[in-house]
C-alpha cells in the first residue's frame, strides 16, 4: 500500500475557531498526511515563514491590525518561498486583485 503523501502546512490565522476548522478540514482529506503549525498573530507568521519549513501556508486575510496581504510582502523581501493562499470569510476584489498581485498562489 502507498504511503500518503505529506504535507507541511503553516495556518496563520488569529481566530482559534477558525484554525481548528481549517485543521479538521485537512485531516479529513483521504490519501493525504499533514503536519500543521499554527501561527497566531502576524509577528508569528512571518517568523514561521521566515524559516521555509512549509509545503505551503494558509493565510488569515484579516490579522488584527495588519493584513494577510501585509504579511505575504514582509515574508517574500525576507525570503520565504513558500506558495501562500489568502483565506477569508469576508472577500471582495480589491483584497483578491491585491492577494495575486502580492504574489499570492491564491485567493479563498
Known amino acids: 500500500m502507498n504511503?500518503?503523501?505529506h504535507f507541511r502546512v503553516l495556518i496563520?490565522?488569529?481566530d482559534e475557531e477558525d484554525f481548528m476548522l481549517t485543521r479538521d478540514l485537512l485531516k479529513d482529506i483521504q490519501g493525504c498526511a499533514y503536519t500543521i503549525e499554527w501561527a497566531q498573530?502576524?509577528?508569528?507568521?512571518?517568523?514561521?515563514?521566515?524559516?521555509?519549513?512549509?509545503?505551503?501556508?494558509?493565510?488569515?486575510?484579516?490579522l488584527g491590525a495588519?493584513?494577510?496581504?501585509?504579511?505575504?510582502?514582509?515574508?517574500r523581501a525576507t525570503g520565504a518561498?513558500?506558495?501562500?493562499?489568502?483565506?477569508?470569510?469576508?472577500?471582495?476584489?480589491?483584497?483578491?486583485?491585491a492577494a495575486m498581485k502580492a504574489g499570492a498562489a491564491d485567493y479563498l
Do not use: W, Y
Open 66 to 75: 495588519h493584513d494577510g496581504v501585509e504579511l505575504l510582502q514582509a515574508a
Open 3 to 5: 504511503e500518503p503523501r
Open 41 to 62: 498573530t502576524f509577528a508569528e507568521g512571518l517568523s514561521a515563514m521566515q524559516k521555509n519549513h512549509q509545503d505551503i501556508c494558509l493565510v488569515d486575510f484579516r
Open 81 to 97: 518561498e513558500a506558495p501562500v493562499i489568502l483565506v477569508t470569510g469576508a472577500g471582495h476584489a480589491d483584497a483578491d486583485h
Open 12 to 14: 496563520v490565522e488569529d
